[in-house]
């Protein structure tokens, strides 16, 4: 462990001038090298030259491209210290916790630093002896005023490990040096330094010319596994481009799926402009689902960019009315294209459309807050930890499936006004034309980011029905109304129906999980206005004692009692809270509302010629048409 140490710090004391002439005046140059992986740390050594201001103020990021909560990514860091041009130390200062403030300088500050990170997915920094896999808001240090400069990346593995570099970010002949144009495009470009697989095939842009389509594979899967894997992202990519058309224009002529599936993984997938991390803990043939999603977002939302996402803010949270579309149109095109490349078959795919019409028309946290306002609420759900309890299971529905939900009603009501010819594909591919192609000014910049009238518009443009397309967007876009979804999907011969039709419901019960006496009793979860336990008065917390007027000894033997019972049924439930005696209310027990949809099929029908040929345009390969 020790001679590592010393062997990267000579690495480090070399480095600098060696590499300041081959670089851009007044590029940041980063060298991360990991002199102790064991203990989860890497060593970042930073110099930042021509500094604009008499205080440098370097940072770390509070935030990450594609999550929405504050991370405090200051929090792992240590060991900080700073050096003018003559490797003369200066002071540091703190104004605020994110913030190391250098004065005193020469026109060069070089500062060092020790990082800890331990948790693998899409935003984190982890660092063990089989990888470092770096997601860059959460390892690099930064300067205010210099976000614009180009930067230079050089990664040294622990000696003798077979590490090699697998990124977005512009190569160089040093397989493991790596630059980039900005601070944007450093920090949307995570890098896996690894022992990996790496398969690749080739696709052309929209000009014609072939770019490299890239798996960077990191796990403890079979081979065949692997392979499953590869040739399962392959029909993903060439499926996925039919919505639009065209392929973006990868800023490096690669996409690279960084996929890590190892035991012990967080699960996540995280989008990027020209890569995705894609991370689990089961076998990598598990996470093709979740490379479906993170492809679509190569065009939708790495380049058809909502306002408020551009650029990225590094100092806060970013707030955007826009993540039902930027994830929740992804979300469904994620089921669609694995249903239309066969990787999901029909049940599976059907399944999970009326998952998402399920969660609108059921879930109570429509009566509180439209698609756009469940957007905003993205600081709050995302990622986020708070000490104090909050009520989002009752008040939040996910932008993810509420964004879905509108996708996929948005492209049945098209589909179902135009018999199939106008689909909210031609929508994506309108959005991808008038956002997403136009491009910016550097990589790592999108010239125009959409607002939400911007949805609006584009959508009568596509429609070609303006007064249409006010109305969706005023009643199931910026309103709370949710559209006929039994109608629509009827038409492609599927039905939306009750999943336990008959069965008594008081709401959502569940027992507590801990070693109290009274936690069998005892109800864990909110309930929801509007069901039956709720407009009884039970609450969380409530410790049910008696159903019926007989006692019962868990939450399980009520929900036992109330099966038993029909829809309608007025039933006495005696319950404590608190220190509080004995109490008896009535619940009035309702059906179970809970929606499934399946093929025509599965209930006893056939689908006529106009269903199958609706159900196939909707859900069949687009490659042949
Ligand atoms: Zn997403």
């Known amino acids: 462990m020790r001679h590592r140490l010393l062997a990267s710090l000579i690495v480090l004391s070399a480095f600098i001038p060696a590499v300041a002439q081959q670089t851009t005046p007044g590029a940041v140059v980063y060298t991360v090298s990991f002199p102790a992986p064991e203990h989860h740390v890497a060593a970042v050594d930073v110099t930042f030259t021509n500094v604009p201001a008499p205080t440098l103020e370097a940072r770390m990021s509070r935030s990450s491209p594609g999550r929405y909560a504050v991370h405090e990514f200051a929090k792992n860091v240590y060991d900080v210290h700073a050096f003018d041009g003559k490797g003369a130390e200066l002071p540091i200062t703190r104004p605020n916790p994110y913030q190391w403030n250098v004065s005193g300088h020469d026109g060069t500050v070089r500062i060092t630093y020790r990082i800890f990170g331990n948790l693998v997915d899409g935003t984190y920094l982890a660092i063990d002896t089989t990888h470092a896999h770096m997601n860059m808001p959460a390892t690099l240090m930064w300067a205010r005023q210099m976000q614009d400069r180009p930067a230079r990346v050089t990664f040294t593995p622990p000696a003798g490990s077979n590490w090699r570099a697998a990124t977005q970010l512009f190569p160089t002949p040093d397989p493991l040096t790596f630059t980039a144009p900005n601070l944007q495009y450093l920090f949307d470009s995570p890098t896996e330094l690894s022992d990996h697989v790496v398969r690749e095939f080739t696709v052309a842009n929209a000009g014609g010319t072939p770019q490299t389509v890239r798996a960077a594979i990191h796990t403890t899967s079979a081979p065949g596994d692997i392979e499953t894997y590869f040739q399962g992202v392959r029909k993903i990519v060439t499926e996925a481009v039919t919505v639009f058309g065209e392929y973006p224009a990868f800023d490096t002529g690669t996409y690279t799926f960084l996929a890590d599936y190892i035991p012990g993984n967080g699960g996540d997938g995280m989008e990027h402009r020209n890569s995705t991390v894609v991370t689990g803990r089961g076998n990598v043939r598990t996470g093709l689902g979740t490379a479906s999603h993170e492809f679509f977002h190569a065009w939708n939302v790495e380049r058809i960019r909502p306002q408020g996402l551009e650029p990225f803010n590094y100092e806060e949270a970013n707030l955007t009315d826009l993540l039902w579309v930027a994830e929740g149109f992804t979300q469904y095109y994620g089921s669609l294209i694995m249903g239309r490349t066969g990787l999901s078959d029909l049940r599976r795919t059907v399944s999970a459309m009326g998952n998402l019409a399920d969660s609108v028309i059921n879930d109570s946290g429509r009566q509180f807050r439209s698609p756009v306002e469940m957007s905003q609420m993205a600081p709050f759900t995302d990622a986020a930890r708070a000490v104090d309890p909050t009520n989002f299971d009752i008040t939040f ?221 909707w859900l069949g390969s687009q490659q042949r048409r």
């Open 397 to 617: 529905i996910s932008y993810y499936t509420y964004g879905g939900a509108v996708a996929l009603g948005l492209d049945l009501s098209l589909r179902d006004r135009t018999n199939g010819t106008v689909t909210l594909d031609d929508f994506m591919r309108a959005m991808w034309k008038t956002h997403g192609k136009p491009g910016g000014p550097q990589p790592g910049l999108v010239a125009k980011p959409y607002s939400l009238l911007d949805v609006r518009d584009r959508l009568a443009e596509v429609s070609g029905d303006r007064a249409f397309a006010d109305d969706f967007y005023r009643r199931y876009m910026i309103g709370r109304e949710v559209v006929d979804y039994a109608r629509l999907l009827q038409r492609a011969g599927v039905v939306l129906r009750k999943r336990s039709p008959g069965r008594a419901w008081a709401g959502t019960l569940r027992s507590a999980n801990t070693a109290a006496a009274d936690a069998p009793n005892r109800i864990t979860t909110l309930q929801a206005p509007g069901t039956p336990a709720y407009d009884a008065g039970l609450e969380q917390g409530d410790v049910i004692v008696g159903v019926d007027g007989k006692p019962v000894a868990s939450i399980q033997e009520m929900l036992d009692a109330i099966a038993a019972r029909a829809p309608g049924d007025r039933v006495p439930v005696t319950f404590t809270r608190g220190a509080a005696a004995p109490r008896t209310v009535t619940l009035t027990l309702a059906e179970n509302p809970d929606l499934e949809a399946v093929p025509m099929e599965d209930a006893g029908g056939t689908p006529t010629t106009e269903q199958k040929a609706f159900r196939d345009r």
